[in-house]
Every structure is written in C-alpha cells, then in structure tokens.
C-alpha cells in the first residue's frame, strides 16, 4: 500500500523567516513520482513540483527549494524568506507505476505566514 | 489555453436528491480522474477514467455514485440520494498520458453542500 504522511498539520511563522514543510511516503515501487500541490485560501489545487524517484537532485525554484533523499523516503519542501502570500495548505503526494494512476495525498499543512 | 473547468463551483443539495459535477479536462487530455476531500482532510482517489471507460474505480462509493466521460462532451460525476456525509469539495483533473512522469492538473473543485 502507499502512503503519505505530513506530520505537521499547522505551522505558524513570521514574514521572512524560512519553513520546512515535512513529508515522509511509502510504496513498494521501485520507480515512483513525488509532488507538491498548493491549495490557497480560494481553494483550487496549484502544482508546485513532481520528482521521479530515480532523480534525487534537489531542486530549487525561486524561494522554493525540494530535498528529496530515498533513504529517508522523504521530500521535504522549503520556502525562504516566506510572504504572506505563500499562506496556503500544503499537500504532498505520490503516484507509483504499478497499476492504478490515482495520487496518494497526505493530510496536508497548513501554512500561515504572519505579517 | 483553458484549464480543467468545472462546474458549478457550489452546489446545494437537499437530502435524498441528486447531484451532478461536471468537468471539462484540458483541451487534448484524454485521462480524467476525480477526487474528493472532505473538510479538513487531504484528497482522497475516487475514480479515473479515459474516453467512455472507467479504468479505476476503486475509490468510489459503491452505491450511489457513478461516473463517465462520454466521447463528447464533459465528465460527469453523479451522486444519487444524497447524505450529509457527502458534503465535500469534489476536484477533477486531466492529464494528456496515463503513463511515464506526467502531472494531474486540477480544476477549481465544486464544493457540494448537503442540506
């Protein structure tokens, strides 16, 4: 089975400071797709980044930075210098290659930056 | 270029009646899946679907929810009878492939609300 966890449900800061947000998975895949969605306060679903299991370079995208490590089956995802335009619900999820095409989704964090 | 449309945004329900969502993917896609999230909670697979075939059912209610995506015209996703516990945000998204590293790009979700 797969699974996604993002332990931290609501993470609170103040304007520039940086915020990791966690996401930990599980899959039996050995070849498997990460991704980051933003879900602002209107409630549509933004994609951020997808990252295929067998790329594990970091990446990074303005003040937005992804650590991936398949050791750790972790994906984290970093915004420097936050804004508070950067306020959302944060979900990471998963897709394998086996069969089914549906996205796994964690419970998703809720970021709120703080002016 | 048109994203994934959806419509209507909102919708009301009394109990017992019935419910249709409607999705429009991006303009070549041919892959639709729809996911649904309740309050608070991150989204959850319900069923994926190419030109007239369901694929992927297995996140579905077994009674009272049905889906298609007719050769013309839009995905619909049906929900008979409804409960309360159906009162949800319902999202639709497409993708051009079902295959490889691609990404699921969403619609702006209709959020039903069951009275």
């Known amino acids: 089975a797969q699974k996604v966890t993002q332990a931290q449900t609501e993470i609170s800061v103040v304007e520039k400071e940086d915020v990791t947000l966690d996401c930990v998975y599980e899959t039996r895949d050995t070849t498997y797709y990460l991704f980051w969605y933003k879900q602002p306060p209107s409630g549509e679903l933004v994609f951020l980044i997808r990252r295929n299991s067998f790329d594990e370079q970091n990446e990074i995208s303005g003040r937005y930075s992804w650590n991936f490590q398949k050791s750790t089956s972790s994906f984290n995802f970093t915004i420097t210098a936050s804004q508070v335009v950067d306020s959302a619900v944060y979900f990471c999820a998963l897709r394998g290659i086996q069969g089914a095409q549906k996205l796994v989704f964690g419970q998703g964090t809720r970021l709120t930056i703080n002016p | 270029n048109a994203g994934v449309m959806q419509n209507p945004r909102h919708l009301v329900r009394r109990r017992g009646q019935e419910a249709r969502l409607r999705c429009s993917p991006v303009?070549?896609?041919?892959?639709v899946y729809w996911y649904r999230q309740l309050p608070e909670e991150g989204l959850k697979f319900m069923v994926y679907l190419q030109k007239e075939n369901i694929i992927d059912e297995s996140g579905m209610p077994k009674e009272r929810f049905s889906a298609e995506f007719p050769k013309e015209g839009p995905s619909i996703l049906r929900i008979q009878q409804v409960v309360r516990g159906d009162s949800a945000a319902y999202f639709c998204?497409?993708?051009?492939?079902?295959?490889?590293?691609?990404?699921?790009?969403f619609g702006p979700g209709t959020r039903l609300t069951v009275t």
């Open positions: 998204a497409s993708s051009p492939t079902a295959s490889g590293p691609y990404e699921q790009y």
């Open positions: 303009k070549g896609h041919s892959h």
